[in-house]
C-alpha cells in the first residue's frame, strides 16, 4: 500500500467518523424532549474566542433541602434535575438525583460545590438566638450541565445584550433557552425564544 493510498484511507475513516458524529448529534437532538429554561444572566463578550455566552439558568444554584430527592452531594459528583413543566411553559427543578432516575424528564450534569448553612432564629421579644427552634436548613448544590457556554453570531450576541439590559412588567427579560434532552438527559441546545420568537440553530 502506497503513501497516498494510506493516506486517503486515514481521509475517508476520519471524513465518516465525523459525518456518525453530526448524524448522531443531530438524531439526539430531533428525538430528545424539548424544554424551555429560563435565562438569567448573559455575558456576550470575550476578546480571546469572539461573541459567545456564559447562561445562567436557575439550575446552576439549587437549593437540595427545597426540593425532592437526594441532597447529599460532593464536588465531582453526578447529579440527576428532574424537571417539570410549569403554567408559563417554562421548565423547573423538582427534585435532585444522584443516580439516573428510571423514568421522567430530567438533566444530567456534574455538582460543581455544595455548601449547607442555617442560621439561628432569633428570639422576637429579645432579638437572641432562640435555643429550642432550629431555622429550615438550606443546602446550595452548584452545579454545570453543560448549557452554561453558547457560541453565537455577532447578530445574535448583540440582540441577546440589547434585549437583557430590559426587563419586562413581570421581572423577566423575554429571553428562553430552548433545550433537548435525551433519554440519559445530557442536554443539547437547540436556540432561544425572545419574546415569543423561536430561533432553532441549523444544523447545516
Do not use: C
Not at 461573541?51 to 437540595?64: F, M, N, R, V
Not at 417539570?84 to 427543578?93: C, I, K, L, Q
Not at 432569633?122 to 438566638?129: C, H, I, L, V, Y
Request: glycine content about 10%; proline content about 5%; hydrophobic content about 40%.
Amino acid at each position: 500500500m502506497n503513501h497516498l493510498v494510506r493516506l486517503g484511507l486515514i481521509a475517508a475513516a476520519m471524513t465518516a467518523f465525523l459525518g456518525y458524529l453530526v448524524i448522531s448529534h443531530a438524531s439526539a437532538r430531533s428525538s430528545g424532549t424539548e424544554v424551555v429554561l429560563d435565562v438569567r444572566g448573559y455575558d456576550p463578550r470575550d476578546i480571546f474566542l469572539g461573541h459567545y455566552s456564559l447562561i445562567a439558568t436557575e439550575l446552576q444554584q439549587l437549593d437540595a433541602a427545597a426540593l425532592a430527592g437526594d441532597d447529599e452531594f460532593d464536588r465531582g459528583d453526578p447529579i440527576f434535575v428532574m424537571l417539570a413543566p410549569g403554567d408559563d411553559g417554562n421548565w423547573r427543578p423538582v427534585s435532585l438525583h444522584a443516580e439516573r432516575p428510571d423514568a421522567g424528564t430530567f438533566i444530567h450534569g456534574f455538582v460543581r460545590s455544595s455548601h449547607r448553612a442555617a442560621s439561628a432564629p432569633t428570639e422576637p421579644r429579645t432579638g437572641e438566638a432562640g435555643d429550642t427552634v432550629t431555622a429550615a436548613p438550606e443546602i446550595w448544590i452548584r452545579s454545570a450541565f453543560n448549557i452554561e457556554r453558547y457560541y453565537a453570531s455577532r447578530e445574535m450576541a448583540q440582540q441577546f445584550e440589547a434585549r437583557l439590559r430590559e426587563l419586562n412588567p413581570d421581572g423577566g427579560n423575554g429571553v428562553r433557552l430552548i433545550l433537548s434532552l435525551p433519554p440519559n438527559g445530557d442536554a443539547i441546545i437547540k436556540g432561544f425564544e425572545i419574546d415569543g420568537v423561536r430561533q432553532i440553530d441549523r444544523l447545516w
